[in-house]
Every structure is written in C-alpha cells, then in structure tokens.
C-alpha cells in the first residue's frame, strides 16, 4: 500500500527524502484516479525500500498541490533531493513510474 502523503507531513516524507519519491495526487471522486491508484500501490511494494511512494488527496490536502500547480488530475510527481524532476498527468502505464525511478536509482 502507498504511504498517505498530507500538508502536514509531505516536507519530511518528500522534500526530506534521501530516496526518489513518487506522490500521486488524487481524489476519491476522480474516475482516472481509481486507475491509477492500483498501479501506484504496486510500484509502492515493487520499490519498497528503494523509493518513497505515495498519495496525496487533493481535497483534504490543498497546500502542496497548490504550491507544485497541480490543476488536473491525477498528476503524479517524482522528487529527488526536494526537487521535482518528472510529473505525469492523467492515466499511464506502469512502467512509466517504474522507468522515472530506475532512471534515479
């Protein structure tokens, strides 16, 4: 299961990692979101322990979605070092998460 990322931890969990980090910003009334968020769970177990994966609801956490301009989603950011290097908007494949981190790792 991928971790839940909120306002209140996302700057130790994200921007504080010493991993890449995948947060998928979603919500529960979003169709394309209930896509993805298997395929997110799964990059979680496949990477655990080598990347931080998580989900961000964009309803209950407004802050970070904000700052990054997260305007559709779901749009998913990868971090390293706090910063953001790939950003995915709406539904992909798998192996485009995989691809971003294996291309950090």
Excluded: H
């Excluded at 998928?24 to 169709?31: Q, S």
């Excluded at 407004?62 to 998913?76: C, L, M, S, W």
């Amino acid at each position: 299961m991928a971790l839940e990322i909120t306002d209140a931890n996302f700057e130790e969990t994200v921007l504080k990692s010493d991993k890449p980090v995948v947060v998928d910003f979603w919500a529960a009334w979003c169709g394309p979101c209930r896509m993805v968020g298997p395929i997110i769970d799964e990059v979680s177990k496949d990477y655990d322990g080598k990347a931080v994966v998580g989900k961000l609801d964009v309803d209950a956490n407004q802050e970070f979605a904000a700052k990054y301009g997260v305007r559709n989603i779901p749009t998913v950011l990868i971090f390293q070092n706090g910063e953001v290097v790939g950003r995915q908007v709406g539904v992909a494949p798998k192996d485009a998460y995989t691809d971003a981190i294996d291309a950090l790792l």
